[in-house]
């Protein structure tokens, strides 16, 4: 079992920056990439970005490449998603995930937290 707790969230102007934090704790958590995704009002939620447990690989939705920034810190069981130059489009709850290096998917993902909102305003 893994457990999810996201933090970090609030309100933003746009061009302002945000950093969300998950901390994930289980006894498997080094077996599963951790990641993030979004859901925006009224659309599916989508993938945003996991890096596997060595930190060595990355993978990001390419809409949001050079904006967002996901690290790991794997002595405090906690990844990271740093949002910098935020859009109003970027309002959405963001989750934290963990599943296999390859779930970039809603239904590969194994475990959810439980969302935290970001707001970004015009």
């Known amino acids: 079992q893994v457990h999810l707790v996201e933090s970090g969230g609030g309100l933003v102007q746009a061009g302002g920056s945000l950093r969300l934090s998950c901390a994930a704790s289980?006894?498997?958590?080094?077996?599963?990439?951790l990641g993030w995704f979004r859901q925006a009002p009224g659309k599916e939620r989508e993938f945003v970005a996991n890096?596997?447990?060595?930190?060595?690989?990355?993978y990001y939705a390419d809409s949001l490449k050079g904006r967002f920034t996901i690290s790991r810190d794997n002595a405090k069981n906690t990844v990271y998603l740093q949002m910098n130059s935020l859009k109003p489009e970027d309002t959405a709850v963001y989750y934290c995930?963990?599943?296999?290096?390859?779930?970039?998917?809603?239904?590969?993902?194994?475990?959810w937290g439980q969302g935290t909102q970001v707001t970004v305003s015009s």
């Open positions: 995930a963990a599943g296999p290096w390859s779930a970039r998917t809603v239904a590969a993902i194994d475990y």
């Open positions: 890096i596997i447990w060595s930190g060595r690989t990355i």
């Open positions: 289980g006894r498997t958590i080094n077996n599963y990439s």
